[in-house]
């Protein structure tokens, strides 16, 4: 049973939930050796080797085997938050676009830190538009770089041929609600280093 799934769970600390729910993080196996996966987890049973911890099926292996990996996602920008209602309030905010035509800007932003060039190039103004951006700059859609939005919307979400990298749209409009919650945080006078 294929499960074709995609979640992420973005936490400001992944090593608190992670200690708060019991699971079995996922494996690489590289050329035979097995390496610990960099954000996937299974919260459900699952073959594990005792003595690391590790899944004893590679990820994509047991994608097709039915099992459900979870990744959990470190996003630090959220340990400046100190409240629902605070984030509830910088969500709600029409992002001041015109920053990102200042690389310093850009140099701090979630996904885009080293993209000011097509930052710059596509000028977005809205979620779409940036999630957008932040398919364009995978390998598999680079090609719409410099074309008008209505090619690019047209474009952007079709899955490629082939193994080439492209971002999915619901992990695009994820990032860029946090990058438009950076914006919005710059805008409100927070620093954004850690």
């Known amino acids: 049973m294929i499960t074709n799934t995609d979640i992420d769970i973005d936490v400001a600390d992944r090593d ?51 099992f459900f990996k979870i990744d959990v996602l470190n996003v630090s920008l959220y340990k400046k938050i100190n409240s629902k209602e605070q984030l509830d309030e910088l969500l709600a ?3 001041m676009w015109e920053l990102l035509e200042h690389k310093e800007v850009v140099e701090q ?18 979620l779409e538009q940036l999630a957008a951006v932040l398919g364009i700059i995978r390998p598999a859609k680079r090609h719409l770089l410099g074309k008008d939005w209505i090619t690019v919307m047209n474009d952007i979400w079709i899955k490629p041929q082939g193994d080439a990298y492209f971002f999915k749209k619901a992990h695009a409009h994820a990032y860029a609600q946090a990058i438009i919650l950076q914006l919005n945080m710059l805008a409100k006078g927070f620093s954004l280093s850690d």
């Open 109 to 126: 932003l979630f996904h885009i830190h080293k993209h000011f060039e097509v930052v710059q190039r596509m000028k977005p103004r809205s």
């Open 16 to 66: 608190k939930l992670i200690k708060l729910i019991n699971g079995i993080p996922a494996m690489i196996d590289k050329d035979g050796k097995s390496t610990k996966h960099n954000t996937g987890v299974y919260f459900h049973e699952m073959p594990h080797d005792p003595f690391t911890g590790l899944a004893t099926v590679d990820y994509k292996k047991a994608e097709d085997d039915g």
């Open 93 to 95: 905010m029409e992002p």
